[in-house]
């Protein structure tokens, strides 16, 4: 069982930054993935990013270029640094990982979530 815990959320104006933190406790040495998802209010949770534990990451097209998913080296700690912010980022972030590779190279797939923390981007 893995249990991550978000920090860093809050209320911003268009074009500015805030990032995200996420520790997560684990039997396993390290974890395979840890990523980020978002949900809207009115819309269905989306992935934002991922990155594994070989330093392969993954991006949604609608955050590439401005946002930047990082993690601690041989922790299972991950960051999202969000820049260049829009109302449209307005979302619950929820942390995410995936214990072990198990054949499955979708970066998408999770099975552990953290509780969310909310990002509030405001023009």
Known sequence: QVQLVESGGGSVQAGASLRLSCAASSRADILYLMGWARQAPGKEREFVAARNWGGVTDYADSV?????ISRDANK?????QMDSLKPEDTAVYYCAARQYYDGNADYTAFDSWG???QVTVSS
């Open 64 to 68: 590439k270029g401005r946002f930047t």
């Open 76 to 80: 299972n700690t991950v960051y999202l």
């Open 115 to 117: 509780q969310g923390t």
